[in-house]
């Protein structure tokens, strides 16, 4: 276990070279700058700003001298918020947008997971065609369509939730079904093929005949192997949940990273950027290994893959 801990993570810091490498030079060459306003600054005013962030260097030079400070751990200053450094920024905003995720993670499994067993327990019935054409609203309907659809709904027009916000326990409750419904649908999916797959093997055929009840069976002996799949999907899955909730903050005023990632990219940004980019793709590297892990411990034999 130590030593597949141990190859995951030195594969991962070439996929962050090039992460990094990429985010660089694309936002490098995209035209624009940080400090090209719709107002003019003065020439020489903004060389003066330029030389003080070392804008003014040739390209190479800004590039080793980022991953200069990025290998002591340092994001540098964000250009459109004076006074804070990246990683300041990440350490405020993240918690927010991680409590999201959770909520919205919770939500997803809590809805799919049931629907796509019991969809799979009613194959080729009725009941299996409208639980699964319940999970495709989740697909079909991008989260910035469900939000606001969700926003006039259940606040403007019964006045249940605050539209904006993240001060009480009730401002969860949207955002989270917004960004977890995408998801659940995916998962029912994954739930209703695994449990397929599950429920043709002979040891279920087994449990049967030796007279155990269907809850028994389902429960004890398919469940768990059915949802192989949805574990191994759950890496990308918790990485889009916090990455993706750019869109839903943005929605409902939340005050996570996506406020500050979208007005990064908007305003060239450099550094923001780039320190977000490199982030999640670290968060994207770890739910990877943290799924590999809870794989190995749910079927043994991959251990040796």
Not at 14 to 36: I, M, N, S, Y
Not at 179 to 202: F, K, P
Not at 214 to 232: D, F, G, K, N, Q
Request: aromatic share 12%; charged share 15%.
């Amino acid at each position: 276990m130590l030593s597949l801990i141990s190859r995951r993570l030195l594969q991962s810091i070439p996929t962050l070279w090039v992460v990094a490498t990429a985010t660089f030079l694309l936002l490098r060459l995209a035209p624009g700058g940080p400090f090209d306003d719709e107002k003019p600054i003065p020439p020489e005013i903004k060389a003066q700003i330029e030389a003080h962030y070392g804008l003014d260097l040739p390209l190479y030079q800004q590039y080793f001298q980022f991953f200069g400070n990025l290998l002591k751990g340092d994001l540098g200053p964000s250009y459109k918020y004076p006074g804070w450094d990246v990683q300041e920024i990440i350490i405020q905003a993240f918690p927010v947008s991680l409590e999201l995720g959770c909520w919205a993670l919770l939500i997803s499994l809590a809805l799919g997971i049931p629907i796509g067993t019991l969809a799979a327990l009613k194959h080729n019935k009725p009941a299996e065609t409208n639980l699964m054409a319940v999970a495709m609203i989740g697909i079909c309907l991008p989260s910035f369509v469900i939000g606001p659809i969700l926003l006039m709904t259940f606040s403007l027009q019964l006045g249940w939730f605050n539209p904006l916000g993240w001060s009480y326990a009730g401002d969860r409750v949207l955002p989270a079904i917004t960004l977890g419904l995408l998801y659940a649908a995916y998962i029912a999916r994954l739930a209703r093929s695994g449990m397929l797959d599950v429920m043709r093997n002979d040891y279920i055929r087994t449990a049967r005949a030796k007279g155990l009840k269907e809850r028994t069976v389902v429960m004890r002996h398919a469940l768990r192997t059915s949802l192989y799949p949805v574990v191994a999907y759950m890496g990308p899955a918790a990485a889009g949940l916090i990455s993706g909730s750019f869109v839903v903050e943005t929605i409902f005023f939340i005050p996570g990273m996506g406020p500050f990632f979208v007005n990064a990219a908007l305003n060239r940004d450099y550094t923001m950027v780039m320190g977000t980019v490199l982030f999640y793709a670290t968060l994207i590297i770890l739910f990877n290994l943290l799924v590999d892990i809870v794989q190995m411990w749910m079927n043994p034999r991959t251990r040796n893959d």
